[in-house]
């Protein structure tokens, strides 16, 4: 099956510094990935849309400058947190979609972000 | 506008059926899903229906799809403490996944 894979899992940092979150397509090449943001039991909010080579699609109230987003290549994608600061603190996660089934969505398990 | 609702909490015992629903509002959506997320992880897609479908049934799983209400369910059978965890409904609007709040589904042995 298809697999994403997100690095790291969890990840603390300090109020000011970047973050950079990886999500990688393992056997499928990702035409498009989403990411996703989730607070504590609360559903997925879409941050985010990029296409491989293109720039990122964002959703409204999502702060461009603040989350980076690269889609360099067709299995992976990155999410930079710039400046982060504690409400940034949240589970992060990215899906991939591709060349396996147009419509499906296959899930990384998330990376946990702790801002002190 | 784009609003997927689900109840919060169902409490069920180990071996009943539980019954999760979820009314969406697109009513082109070519596809509707039920995710599940156990704790710190991330979403397993269960199963989804394709919308000109009005069942669908997998193993211990069976997704009823009314479109004339807007109405989606997930009945697990044999309900297993395993089961425990958040399960999510999601809608295709515009290529784009609109997930319901999810439903913590806690099974008591």
């Known amino acids: 099956g298809a697999v994403v894979s997100q690095h790291p899992s969890r990840v603390i940092c300090k109020s000011g510094t970047s973050v950079k979150i990886e999500c990688r397509s393992l056997?499928?090449?990702?035409?498009?990935m989403f990411w996703y943001r989730q607070f504590p039991k609360q559903s997925l909010m879409l941050m985010a849309t990029?296409?491989?080579?293109?720039?990122?699609?964002?959703e409204q109230g999502v702060e461009k400058d603040k989350f980076l987003i690269n889609h360099a290549s067709l299995t992976l994608s990155t999410l930079t947190v710039t400046s982060a600061h504690p409400e940034d603190s949240s589970f992060y996660i990215c899906?991939?979609?591709?060349?396996?089934?147009?419509?499906?969505?296959?899930f990384g398990p998330g990376t946990r972000l702790t801002v002190l | 506008g784009e609003d997927v609702e689900q109840s919060l909490f169902l409490s069920v015992r180990e071996g009943d059926s539980s019954v999760i629903n979820c009314t969406y509002t697109?009513?082109?959506?070519?596809?509707l899903y039920w995710y599940k997320q156990e704790p710190g992880a991330g979403l397993q897609l269960l199963t989804y229906?394709?919308?000109?479908?009005d069942m669908k049934q997998d193993q211990r799983l069976t997704v009823l799809l009314n479109k004339k209400d807007k109405h989606l369910s997930l009945r697990i059978a044999d309900t297993q403490t395993g089961d425990s965890a958040i399960y999510f409904c999601?809608?295709?609007?515009?290529?784009?996944?609109?997930f319901g709040s999810g439903t913590r589904l806690l099974v008591r042995p």
């Open positions: 899906s991939a979609r591709g060349t396996i089934t147009y419509n499906e969505q296959f």
């Open positions: 056997d499928f090449q990702a035409t498009t």
């Open positions: 990029s296409n491989e080579g293109s720039k990122a699609t964002y």
């Open positions: 697109d009513s082109s959506s070519t596809y």
């Open positions: 229906i394709f919308s000109n479908m």
């Open positions: 999601a809608e295709d609007s515009s290529y784009k996944l609109i």
